[in-house]
């Protein structure tokens, strides 16, 4: 079994947005997400650097869709979660929640 990866936080957020999306998960509506959700902007070079490393890692697998008329004949990149995804989504979530375990009251402050 492959060693789990570790994720830093933007890496946490592409994988929780690619999951979320679950078919649908390409470059757009993963930035969409990510921005909506976390209230920050996400450069577009920033994101698929972030989906490419998480290829290299192992965490995420690529495939292209079907080229579409309206992107000019040009096809769909489409992202999912691999198994070791998933475990290292897992492991970061934990360890987060490790982390932050007893800080309610300080972090759920206005």
């Known amino acids: 079994m492959a060693k789990t990866p570790y994720l830093g936080e933007f890496e946490y957020a592409v994988m929780l ?6 078919d649908e998960a390409y470059g757009v509506p993963i930035r969409e997400l990510i921005e909506a959700r976390t209230g920050r902007p ?16 192992g965490c995420l697998r690529s495939r292209m869709g079907d080229p579409m008329p309206e ?3 040009r ?3 489409y992202f999912t979660a691999t198994p070791l995804g ?11 929640s490790n982390l932050s375990k007893g800080l309610e009251a300080i972090l759920e402050q206005p």
């Open 86 to 96: 998933l475990r290292a989504l897992r492991s970061t979530h934990a360890a987060l």
């Open 75 to 77: 096809a769909r990149r």
């Open 17 to 22: 947005a690619v999951i979320r999306l679950g």
């Open 42 to 57: 996400v450069a577009r070079g920033a994101l698929y650097t972030g989906l490419e490393r998480l290829e290299i890692k």
């Open 71 to 73: 992107r000019g004949g």
